[in-house]
């Protein structure tokens, strides 16, 4: 059915597809403001996304639609996808550690359904048992799906109340933390984690997958056997990142919350330790530390939760010829924190710095970051960092963007006293700033030297 004078519709996704008639899983006409899309409706209501319509095109790729542009809808067949996991109870043995699985989404509580291509979820115990029995081998697993988001979706609340969940779960004796999240914003994740679980007794280890479990070059049941015995047996007690290592899958490596970066898009070995080295190796046998001086696995169950965000703090990545009209509109909406990537050792154009003082002069805390993300600010080099600085903007050193704009956000939500905040922020934790970064921490153990290694002989004959 389509209305023509109807345009676009005003309610939420599964409103609009009742008031047009058409099913999910049916192949279905969208005709929106932007155009006509045909595919498959794939069931986005299971991912709490209200606002669109998940369309699995012709030629295979999923497009949202936003139910506001969407002006009439035409079924034009269906067939019902079936997707149950075979289901087996987890066993528990007294002799293994007790894990507790927090869900948040994403690809790893996913699977495919063969007829649509749609990523689908699946987490229970009894499934991801059935679908990984090893995980038996190294503990007594315990899950809880908190969210069901792609993780675009994550934000200060769910990251405040994984950090309360996480806390109640320590407090109960868990002996590991194991959180399945997707990848695209696994390392804000990790980063908000370091600072709001701190001290912890256990290891909390985030966990994903860049391709889902029925494909064959899945990471996914590697990815949580390695996350699950980094959660179970690694005495690094600290919030730690656990995915594919180099590009084959000879290991998975351990990255520290706030020093690592999802580097691709694609590819399944694209989580980097960046500024340093990864914590450790892990395969299978055994987990191999790289750094020392790490926070230990203790017997106790102390941890300190501070479940605080801002949400009026914001990332400015600057790009030559930024207007000031960018930091006024900042400023005039409401924002209290702005963190500047700046190129080179921490610059921006100088047309922005009276905007800079008016927004200091407002009390705005302005933190500058390096879009090199390897490397420091610099701001005593040139006259420019100088001027900088005496307009109000703290350099974070080494700290990396995203880190910086989650640590503010958490330093604001704690604090208005901006020179409380600038303590909480040029304080180091988890190492979110280090002293130096190491020489070879560029390149040893990224995972891509045996294949920079086969290029460089290709080419030097
Ligand atoms: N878009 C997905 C997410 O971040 C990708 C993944 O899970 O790897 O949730």
């Not at 047009?20 to 006409?29: E, G």
């Not at 908190?146 to 309360?164: C, H, I, R, T």
């Not at 921490?346 to 008016?358: D, M, V």
């Amino acid at each position: 059915m389509t209305t023509d004078a109807f345009k676009g519709y005003k309610g939420k996704a599964l409103d609009c597809l009742k008031k047009f008639h058409v099913r999910v899983w049916s192949d279905a006409v969208v005709k929106t403001t932007r155009g006509d899309f045909e595919g498959i409706i794939l069931p986005r209501s299971e991912n709490d996304d209200e606002r669109h319509i998940v369309l699995k095109l012709i030629t295979g790729y999923n497009v949202g639609v936003a139910v506001h542009t969407i002006t009439g809808m035409d079924e034009r067949g269906y067939k019902e996808a079936h997707y149950k996991i075979p289901e087996k109870e987890f066993p528990y043995s007294e002799k293994l550690p007790n894990v507790k699985l927090f869900g948040t989404g994403g690809t790893i509580a996913s699977r495919l359904d063969y007829r649509t291509g749609a990523v689908i979820p699946a987490f229970s115990p009894g499934e991801l048992y059935g679908a990984v029995p090893e995980l038996a081998d190294i503990c007594n697993l315990k899950t809880e799906k908190l969210f069901a988001v792609f993780s675009e979706n994550m934000g200060p609340d769910q990251y405040k109340k994984l950090a309360v969940c996480i806390g109640e779960e320590i407090k109960k004796g868990v002996d590991g933390i194991l959180i399945g999240h997707g990848t695209d914003t696994m390392h804000h994740t990790a980063t908000a984690l370091s600072y709001m679980v701190q001290d912890s007794p256990v290891p909390i280890v985030v966990v994903g997958s860049q391709r889902s479990s029925d494909r064959p070059s899945s990471d996914a049941a590697l990815n949580l056997i390695h996350g699950t015995k980094a959660a179970a047996e690694s005495d690094i007690a600290e919030v730690m990142v656990c995915m594919f290592g180099p590009t084959s899958n000879e290991y998975g490596l351990l990255h520290r919350g706030t020093r690592v970066r999802k580097m691709h898009s694609s590819y399944r070995s694209t989580f980097r330790t960046v500024g340093d080295i990864p914590m450790a190796m892990i395969n299978r046998e055994k987990i191999t530390p790289l750094k020392t001086g790490y926070k230990k696995r203790r017997q106790d169950h102390n941890v300190k939760i501070t479940p605080c965000f801002e949400e009026k703090v914001t990332l400015l990545y600057y790009y030559p010829n930024m207007m000031p009209d960018m930091i006024d509109a900042i400023v005039d909406n409401g924002y209290k924190g702005i963190v500047i990537a700046g190129t080179g050792l921490g610059h921006i154009n100088k047309p922005l710095y009276p905007a800079i003082e008016r927004a200091t002069k407002k009390g705005v805390a302005i933190y500058m970051t390096v879009q090199t993300l390897w490397g420091y600010t610099h701001m005593f080099v040139y006259d420019t960092g100088r001027d900088l600085m005496a307009k109000g903007i703290v350099p974070l050193d080494n700290m990396l963007p995203e880190v910086a704009y989650i640590k503010l956000g958490w330093a604001l939500g704690q604090t208005s006293d901006l020179a409380e905040v600038e303590k909480i922020m040029k304080t180091p934790i988890s190492d979110d700033i280090t002293e130096r970064e190491p020489c070879n921490g560029y390149l040893v153990f990224q995972g891509g030297i045996p294949v920079v290694e086969e290029f460089l002989k290709s080419v030097h004959k």
